[in-house]
């Protein structure tokens, strides 16, 4: 019956196709039409620039290849970036708090289990976040390709079987962070009944520790990897795990060190196990507390 | 098993409000059994509590052999509750397949072009139910019930915003949905005409209890009463005590035929006019009137 309840959500999710629009296709489609855009209009200004300034390029310059596997580690370790999430959470918002606004839990609550209607929404959403992290990595993808054409260089696909299972790792680390910010959206849901409450509260949450990640904690007097200050904000816990797993867990650090910068140090395994610690709990506690509250719940007006 | 829905002491409050207030009733398997009470008597509230929407006080419920919330004896049933409301982005054949699904049945194309043809949505079947009106949401609803083939379905108010050829078409599908499909049917109404003319026993509730059950016919020829148009009707009334009732501009008298010229007699000699007498049967109505407490007493006739 479990089952039962993944089909109908997925079925009902798939035709609506306004969220899945703004949910899963919009992003990738601004990042790879974005993308293209973006690599030509700089082509056109930088020959213009040239032009501008006499300067011939040597033949053969900037027109060594270009590795594919960039793009797709690029595309894992980028993959639940703040706009992502924010998308996201429309996904998440229409699912989890679609049958309180059309009241269409009357429906099925007698069909199923209450445990098994929010697994199926649960394991729907789940679905939709792997849908959209592959589409993403297309869309990466194909920025890679027009860049390439673009710039007439060629394209390679140069890695190995470590690079690979990296950036597996940082693909299924972006999906876990996503959902998790899908299960603050689940709990609200379900205790408002609401879909702005849906929407905003994880946007809210979020919000609010990444401005305290931004502040430092030294007001707190803690320390950044201290258990209270990694329980408090996942997103830190999210960053160390990246790193743990990956260099190119941090885009930016990784370029540096490409550029002969330093290579960003991997985290011990206290603060590994201190990270993997708070994206449970962020992850499990929303999903038990909704369980708990839902099997109580008046599904009815009155 | 020959009833499919027992209640016992079944109990909901709401603070102070009493919705549900130990009722005790049993439906039995077949027919059509219509639930009958004045806004507020407690028939959503009871069917939301057998649907596992909401849950009792106290007392306790059974549908189809099983407590409520019993999936297994969820999926032997259907329901439509008030207006029905889906996903506005839906056609109403999605409608149809998604609660398929949600049942563990593959979508049948031609069970689902069926059903909708039966409840009168054939053309509309490929139309988004956000253009819906309220008449087409209830067809939608009696087919979203019947979807998934159970053995009893529980409609609320099913002929709710329908036009009179609408109210004709759900009651011979109901009446089908009993004699033909042999699915048992529950279903609360206002409009008691419909009530008499589809269902064969029925349950008159009033503030959470149950005042009256039974088969209709035994209902309604357990009261033959004279009707009179008389004016004034107020020294009638008195003169009449518990025997009278109103039945709009005319009084109803509850006596043996016997008594029915010295009735007449004790009228004239008072001075009150009368226009017309006649023996009627009791209707739906008139004893869901006198059961609800909501015939008009002296005092508010003396008011007129």
């Given amino acids: 019956m479990l089952a039962d309840a993944i089909r109908a959500e997925g079925y009902r999710l798939v035709r609506n196709r306004t969220t899945m629009f703004w949910g899963v296709i919009f992003i990738p489609l601004v990042v790879a039409i974005g993308g293209a855009l973006f690599n030509w209009f700089n082509k056109v200004q930088g020959d213009r620039a040239m032009a501008a300034a006499g300067v011939e390029i040597p033949a053969g310059m900037g027109r060594e290849s270009l590795n594919f596997a960039d793009g797709v580690i690029a595309a894992s370790a980028l993959g639940a970036n703040g706009v992502v999430l924010v998308f996201s959470l429309i996904v998440a918002a229409a699912l989890y708090a679609g049958d309180y606004r059309w009241e269409t839990w009357r429906l099925i609550s007698a069909r199923n289990s209450r445990l098994n209607l929010i697994l199926g929404k649960v394991a729907s959403m789940g679905l939709v976040v792997l849908a959209g992290l592959i589409l993403f990595q297309i869309a990466m993808v194909l920025f890679g390709l027009s860049q390439a054409v673009v710039t007439q260089r060629p394209l390679g696909f140069e890695t190995d079987a470590g690079r690979m299972g990296e950036a597996a790792g940082l693909a299924a680390v972006a999906w876990l962070r996503i959902m998790q910010y899908a299960m603050l959206s689940l709990l609200a849901a379900v205790v408002t009944r609401s879909l702005l409450a849906a929407l905003f509260i994880p946007f809210a949450v979020g919000f609010a520790q990444s401005l305290l990640q931004s502040l430092g904690l030294g007001f707190l007097g803690w320390e950044a990897m201290d258990w209270q200050a990694i329980l408090l904000m996942p997103g830190v816990a999210f960053d160390t795990f990246k790193l743990a797993i990956s260099p190119e867990g941090n885009p930016l650090a990784a370029a540096m060190a490409q550029a002969g910068g330093p290579t960003p140090p991997v985290p011990p395994r206290e603060e590994v196990i201190k990270a993997a610690t708070s994206m449970a709990v962020w992850t499990v506690v929303p999903f038990v507390a909704t369980i708990a509250w839902f099997q109580r719940q008046d599904l009815s007006k009155e | ?304």
């Fill in chain 2, 1 to 304: 098993m020959t009833d499919v829905i027992v209640t016992r002491d079944l109990t909901k409050t709401y603070g102070s409000v009493r919705a549900l207030d130990g009722l005790s009733l049993t439906i039995p398997k077949g027919g059509v059994y219509g639930v009958l009470g004045p806004n507020g008597a407690g028939k959503s509230t009871l069917f939301r509590i057998l649907l596992g929407l909401i849950k009792p006080t106290s007392g306790s419920a059974s549908v189809m052999g099983g407590h409520v919330g019993d999936v297994s004896a969820g999926r032997r049933m259907g329901s439509m509750i008030e207006t029905p409301r889906y996903p506005p982005y839906m056609t109403a054949r999605q409608v149809l397949e998604w609660l398929s699904l949600a049942h563990g049945l593959k979508p049948d194309a031609a069970r689902v072009t069926g059903w909708l043809d039966r409840v009168g949505l054939a053309e509309a079947a490929d139309r988004r139910v956000r253009g819906f009106s309220v008449g087409m949401l209830q067809r939608l609803g009696v087919a979203a019930a019947l979807i998934t083939g159970p053995e009893l379905i529980i409609l609320d108010e099913p002929t709710s915003g329908m036009d009179p050829p609408g109210i004709q078409e759900m009651r011979a599908l109901i009446r089908s949905l009993a004699d033909t499909d042999g699915i048992t049917v529950v279903l609360a109404s206002h409009q008691l005409l419909e009530v008499q003319r589809v269902c064969d026993r029925v349950a008159i509730m009033n503030k959470g209890k149950l005042v009256r059950e039974g088969l209709v016919r035994d209902l309604t020829a357990s009261g033959e009463r004279l009707r009179l148009s008389l004016t004034p009707m107020a020294p009638a009334m008195a003169l009449l005590g518990d025997k009278g009732s109103l039945e709009g501009n005319a009084v109803l008298a509850a006596i043996p035929r016997a008594e029915g010229p010295a009735l007449l007699r004790a009228l004239i000699e008072k001075g009150i006019d009368i226009d017309e007498a006649r023996w009627v049967g009791a209707d739906l109505e008139s004893v869901f009137m006198t059961e609800t407490g909501t015939v008009q007493t002296p005092e508010a006739i003396h008011a007129r």
